[in-house]
């Protein structure tokens, strides 16, 4: 595995698939913004006044009772935005494999299945999160190093529901050993792919996001194939005589 090929077959497919993958960027952008929302100005400002010590005690509840920091609207937006964000990707990496291993796709199937694995996929990516951030909180390294070793959870959680949680985990950890500072390199460049998307006024975006999905997939693919061990050969009769 090179980075020369990796990239090249993820092009070569992102091109392929480019019409699917800037409705999967699309998407993703959309519910991303609603779990994005932001408070309201006069919120910010007084809860700066606040923060400052410009206001104290039963004024400052005054004023935030009249500028809540978020709305009931805003909260039950973030939630939605926050749910279907997961959906999409679960739907986006299990397209993701279709397309790298060259299946066909139907999608009806394919949103279909994203919505039963949804369960499971979200215990598994918390627990990502959780094991990442606390890594990230102990001097950053070791989340860094979590990060490369656990890159593949997310993917193998969408793809192999039937995997329990202590399954998927290992198999990233098996796949990822003593490639750590191949895979740092391969994550770097996922990550520059996606920021090579603003450089065209922000619209890019839209195709290099899914792209270096693509590009992760390719990599995982090849990590299989090489971590494969055939079976071998069953002995003959005649040896076994011998």
């Given at each position: ?169 290992s198999k990233s950890m098996n796949l990822t050993k003593d490639k750590f ?6 994550g770097i460049v996922a990550i520059l792919i996606v920021l090579s998307g ?45």
């Open positions: 595995m090179t980075l020369n090929n990796v990239l090249k077959d993820a092009w070569e497919i992102g091109k392929k698939k480019c019409g699917f993958l800037v409705l999967f960027g699309l998407a993703s952008a959309i519910v991303g913004s609603l779990s994005s929302r932001s408070s309201n100005q006069d919120s910010i400002k007084v809860l700066q006044k606040i923060a400052e010590g410009d206001m104290q005690g039963a004024k400052a509840m005054q004023e935030l009772a009249k500028n809540p920091p978020m709305s009931s609207v805003d909260f039950i937006l973030i939630i939605i935005g926050v749910l279907l964000s997961i959906y999409v990707s679960i739907a986006l990496y299990r397209y993701v494999k279709k397309i790298v291993d060259d299946e066909d796709v139907d999608f009806k199937e394919l949103l279909n299945s994203s919505v039963k694995v949804y369960g499971m996929f979200f215990v598994k990516s918390l627990l990502y999160g959780l094991a990442v951030g606390l890594g990230l909180m102990l001097c950053v390294l070791p989340g860094i190093y979590l990060a490369v070793r656990l890159a593949f959870v997310q993917y193998i959680a969408a793809n192999e529901p039937e995997l329990s949680v202590s399954e998927t985990f500072w191949d895979l740092l390199g391969y603003f450089l065209l006024c922000c619209v890019g975006y839209l195709f290099t996001a899914p792209l270096s999905a693509v590009f992760m997939g390719v990599v995982y693919k090849e990590l299989v194939q090489e971590s494969y061990i055939p079976e071998s050969a069953p002995e003959s009769s005649e040896n076994n005589e011998m």
